[in-house]
């Protein structure tokens, strides 16, 4: 091993050291749901009966661990419920309904309902009566990024733990079961199941039982841990102890199988594990600090060190993250030109394939990138967290002798615009390919702001960053300028605008405002690109239009819009299909970004034809062509702020052209 690989590796063996001690958490940010279709004033009588709602459960769920209760019968009801684990005191139960509604207040402001899950307990509150009514449809899924050394065995043992907790939880009184089983001589599965109170157990087993049918959607299916929110039930996973073990000693043990060539283990043996786990961790953790800080002083002055490196600590536990760079060249024949996919801002992309026939794509961060550095640490700690089959996956990374390159799955039809707005492929695009691919990227924004841990801003999505695989499913890419958001940001500002003439809001092109809504933007104009197979950029019409967007609403006000549809790629379309698509760009350019559509509102209106949809306002075009300079693209040092903060004008510096 050389001197140079050695702080990547001893990065690598402590972050896997670290993922042994327990009590790590899986997010700090609280889940909840609030519903904005209906609202209450500060001096309305709903507001009263809510306050008496809440000072009800706060009185008396921790006696028993659950109460539902209802304020005003008759005038603007109040209905709400709280839960407590079944495994908690009555004093953490206590402070955990205090603080989730003094939580909820604030997350759901003026909103007539809203649930909240904390780790100790579940709040939740209506206008409309929903005790003992099962509801599996609204739910969230929340999950680790590390997965299971053994998949397959990591799978059929939970899936055995689930189902043997799922029938405990039915016979239990209190609708709540938890237990474990060993995975490894090391390491045990933990679980928990929970029901509202309020449901009868067959409504109850029917919750967990879909619950369950989840588990699989969590990343590629094996992940370490997991939670599964529903309206009415709880799931929760792990491979470190989240729960009171002595609740799980006073239980007997679920009717798990346990590995090959096991035993049962005895409480001695119970407890030395639970003792030596930590203790283990920190003996090796010094161990290899000082292995590491022995090689570190040893190695010469010109040795080029990794920035910052300690920011990756954020990728958690992760087998196999870091590659060979022999491996890698191996599988590209050394970086070879015929095997070179094309190059982006980043550097240039080959396609390469690893000794078990496994195909990649590798990015090799260009010399000459002086932001590069900046935008791979960005993607790598954020892509690695992100699992969604309409984005594409990051296998891992390599930060050998001067070598910087990302690995990510091989995607066989390269991106979007080779087809879109190719002379000849084009004719591949029919309307049935177009309006999926319309889809599935409206699916991955979706998971990008709404159901991945922290909201993600890709603030770099075109026709470019659009890789197509073999059945021609979208997967987003490139998130080199993406940006996270915490629970209290709504919008983020920037001094240094990076990313794509032709597809960039106005709010953020002219005044470096960007939030959810300029992504929406982006897919706007993705959305228009992909019906008429014409570039926003460098548009040219016969009519007075200067861009995309005007020129699509001009034949939306003159009735013409299925003119729109580019010949060749629409042989058998639905006119109704075409004409709302393209309704559904017209609402994401908008100029104001407050009536731009979210992209769960977006989703559902590509799904359901019963949703009407608002009549668009005129888009506008803002920043002439002429203004235009080819720069290196990179990273902004801008900051997220919350909501209310005012945001200062923004030089246009990093714009990278289409």
Known sequence: MSNDTMPS?????????????????????????????????????????????????????????????????ATEPAYGLALCRGDVSNDVCNNCVNSSVQQIIQLCPQQKSGILWLPECILRYSNQNFFSSVDTLTRRLLYNIGNASEPERFSKLLEQLMDSLAVKAYESTLLFALGSVNFTIFQKIYGLLMCTRDLSKDDCNLCLRESISQIPNMGNGYQLGGVVLTMSCYLKFEVYPFYNLSAEAAETQPPVSSPPGQTESNDTAKIAAAIGTPSIAAVLFLSVAFFCLVKRRARKSSV??????????????????????????????????????????????????????????????????????????????????????????????????????????????????????????????????????????????????????????????????????????PKISDFGLAKLFNADETQGKTNRIAGTYGYMAPEYALHGVFSTKSDVYSYGILVLEIITGKKNCGFQASGSATDLPTNVWQHWNGGTSLELMESGGGDQFRAEQVLRCIHIGLLCVQEDPKQRPSMASIVLMLNSYSTSLPAPSPPTFYFPSNTMNKVQPGMDEGSTQKAGNSVNAASIDEIEPC
């Not at 609030?34 to 009185?59: A, E, G, H, V």
């Not at 990728?315 to 050394?334: C, R």
């Not at 889809?439 to 075109?462: A, F, N, P, Q, W």
């Open 304 to 473: 080029r060190k990794i920035q910052d490196e300690g920011e990756m600590q954020e990728l958690g536990s992760l087998d196999s993250f870091f590659f060979d760079l022999a491996a890698l060249k191996e599988a590209t024949d050394d970086f070879s030109e015929a095997n070179k996919l094309g190059e982006g801002g980043f550097g240039p992309v080959y396609k390469g394939v690893l000794n078990d026939g496994q195909e990649i794509a590798v990015k090799r961060l260009s010399e000459k990138s002086s932001q590069g550095l900046v935008e791979m640490k960005n993607e790598v700690v954020l892509v690695a967290k992100l699992q969604h089959k309409n984005l594409v996956r990051l296998l891992g990374c390599c930060l050998e002798e001067k070598e910087r390159l990302l690995v990510y799955e091989y995607i066989p039809n390269t991106s979007l615009d080779k087809f879109l707005f190719d002379p000849i492929k084009y004719t591949q695009l029919d309307w049935t390919r177009r309006y999926k691919i319309i889809e599935g990227i409206g699916r991955g924004l979706l998971y990008l702001h709404e159901d991945s841990r922290r909201t993600v801003i890709h603030r770099d999505l075109k026709a470019s960053n659009i890789l197509l695989d073999g059945d021609m499913n």
């Open 9 to 73: 590796y001893c990065f690598l063996l402590i972050i896997i050291i670290f993922s042994c001690i327990p009590n790590i958490a899986l997010s700090n940010d609280p889940a909840h749901i609030c519903s904005f279709d209906s609202n209450y004033t500060s001096n309305s009588t709903f507001k009263t009966n809510l306050n008496l709602l809440f000072t009800s459960l706060i009185s008396n769920t921790p006696a028993t661990g659950f109460y539902n209760d209802t304020k005003g019968n």
